[in-house]
Nanobody
Framework: QVRLVESGGGSVQAGGSLRLSCAASGYTTFVSTACIDGMSWYRQAPGKEREFVSAIDSSGRTTYVDSVKGRFIISQDNAKNTLYLQMNSLKPDDTAKYYC????????????????????????WGKGTLVTISS
């Protein structure tokens, strides 16, 4: 079973930096990393709905919510099956629980071993890591 585990959260003062990590495990030849359509970070502040923060697609293209553009950088290490979010110039408004998401496509994809795999279209989520920014 695919499992996503976030880490790197903590408490810092405004203007500081944090680097979040999302380690993935449990992918197999049947639930393959070849099926990953995109990987994202979301966040949920107390009393608010979960919101999109940043994403990287299977081509390496990145997107960001306007409020973090120029401050956050999303990246991935495929060899380690790990997604990162470098967060700089942090603001109190960035305080939230940050969640990692893997979005799988549907249909057939080609694995690295040259074989086709049927993808299940499932969204996988981690349990989140808490980021607290003080002014």
């Amino acid at each position: 079973q695919v499992r996503l585990v976030e880490s790197g959260g903590g408490s810092v003062q405004a203007g500081g930096s944090l680097r979040l990590s999302c380690a993935a495990s449990g992918y197999t030849t049947f639930v393959s990393t070849a099926c990953i359509d995109g990987m994202s970070w979301y966040r949920q502040a107390p009393g608010k709905e979960r919101e999109f923060v940043s994403a990287i697609d299977s081509s390496g293209r990145t997107t960001y919510v306007d409020s973090v553009k120029g401050r956050f950088i999303i990246s991935q290490d495929n060899a380690k099956n790990t997604l990162y979010l470098q967060m700089n110039s942090l603001k109190p408004d960035d305080t939230a629980k940050y969640y990692c998401n893997h979005r799988l496509t549907t249909g057939l994809r080609l694995r690295d071993d040259g074989k086709l795999v049927s993808c299940n279209g499932v969204d996988y989520w981690g349990k989140g890591t808490l980021v607290t920014i003080s002014s």
